[in-house]
Each structure stands twice: as C-alpha cells, then as structure tokens.
C-alpha cells in the first residue's frame, strides 16, 4: 500500500506541473481573455513619432544634451515620441567637423527607420556662408529623399535660427532659398527670423537675448529652449500639425 500511495503522488506532481503553467486546474480549459491595455500604454501607443534633423540648436553644442533643446521640449509640450538627428555644426552644405551634411546624416540615423508622423527639418545657420542657390539645392534634395522615402509622413522645414535680431546677410539669403524650396514642394516653412524668436542683443542687454541665448550669443539658455519650443508649437498648431496623425 505504501508504494502505491508513493505512486499517485508521484503522478499527481506530473499532472500538476502542466496546470499550473497553464495558471490553473480549474481555469486550464477556459478561453483567455485578452486585458485592455493599461492607461500608460495606451498613450505610449496612440503618441506620433515626431523626428527631427538639425545643427547644434536641435541635437545641442558641446556640454548640451539633446533631451534638453527646443527638440525634445517640443515633444514634452505636445506629447510626441521624438527621435532626435543631426549634429553640431552641420547644414544641408557644411559638413561641419565630421564630414557629415544633412542628406548623410538623414541617411544614417534616421531614414533606415520606420515611417514617422511628421519629420521636422531645421537648418541653415551653418550654411550662412555659403552661396545660398547651392544651399537651397541640397535641401531640395533631402527633402525629396525624405518624401520619396516617408510618402506618409508629414515633413516641416524650419529656417535659420539666430541668437539676435540682426542676422547676417548670408543667413537671410538661405533663409529665402528655403522657403522657396518649401513652398515648390508644399512643404510648410518656419521662418524664425521673420517671426523674430530672439529679439535683441544679448550683448547689448536688449530685447530677450539675454535671457534666452547663452554668452557665445549663438546657442539658446535652457529658458531659451523651452521658449523657442512654445514658439514653434504656436507655428505647429497654426497649420494643423501639433498632432501629426500616424502615419501607420
């Protein structure tokens, strides 16, 4: 009797393992039912990709993070999911220090990716000293690349950005040749000079320079940031693109 008893239990464990990695004895037959999702998850799911190309405004200047610049405060103030690109000193013609245009970068960090929402392309400071036809053309191929690859995806240029009121000569040619690219691809056009984001001279005490640009009276103050992403997401919402639909 004694090895009998030795028996069922033995089998008894065997059979219980099975069931318990189904959950349960009494539940193991019963269909699963699939939990909605939680909350949080649901937010992360339905929030647009949002990515963004740039120079040292977007991606940040030595010692500046990427979290921290206008890029990803933009994001927090509209609830995207940003991928950030680019790298400092660089342009749709400066390869900056690295060897690296727009297009290569375009090519390397983000267009292997999956389609995103809207892609926001911001440059030309870095490009204030070359001839402006050449600029323009660079960004009209990108952009073409960009919408070629990303036939869904919703695409914003950004022109210069400045740290005051009075930009180069150089910068304001650029600047032209972009929103003409813009406009002959349909492509909406932010125009930060036009609009004048920085105001003044930081070195002058005039204006908001000295509050929102750093001492090298170029990049943005962390106040500076969180401004220049409250003036863009204005620019956003005013063509309808604060909350890029995905592009699926």
């Known amino acids: 009797m004694a090895s009998r008893r030795v028996r069922r239990s033995a089998a008894s ?25 939680k909350t949080a998850d649901r937010v992360a799911t339905e929030a647009p990709v949002v990515m963004f190309l740039g120079d040292s405004y977007t991606v940040g200047e030595k010692g500046t993070q990427p979290e921290t610049t206008y890029a990803a405060a933009t994001a927090r103030l509209l609830g995207w999911q940003v ?31 999956p389609a995103p929402a ?3 392309v911001s440059g030309g ?4 000293k070359f001839p402006a036809a050449h600029v323009s053309d660079a960004a009209r191929v990108l952009l073409q690349t960009a919408k070629a690859r990303w036939p869904r995806t919703r695409i914003i240029l950004i022109g210069p950005l400045w740290g005051s009121d009075h930009p ?32 003044g001279d930081r070195e002058r005490d005039t204006g908001n320079a000295p509050r929102f640009i750093k001492p090298d009276r170029t990049h943005p103050t962390p106040d500076g940031h969180r401004y220049l992403a409250t003036r863009l997401a204005q620019d956003l919402a005013r063509v309808g693109l604060a909350h890029p639909a995905s592009s699926g």
């Open 13 to 37: 464990l065997l059979i219980c393992v099975p069931l318990v990695l189904a959950g349960c004895a009494s539940r193991a037959h019963e269909p699963t039912k699939a939990k909605p999702p």
């Open 83 to 113: 991928v950030v690109g680019g790298r400092s000193g660089t342009g749709f013609v400066n390869p900056g220090s690295k060897h690296s245009t727009f297009s290569k970068l375009f090519e390397d960090q983000l267009g292997w990716r």
């Open 118 to 120: 809207m892609l926001v």
């Open 125 to 128: 400071h870095n490009d204030a």
């Open 168 to 199: 180069s000569a150089g910068a304001l040619a650029v600047r032209d040749g972009l929103r003409t690219v813009a406009g002959q691809l349909k492509i909406p056009f932010v125009d930060p000079l036009a609009e004048k984001w920085i105001t």
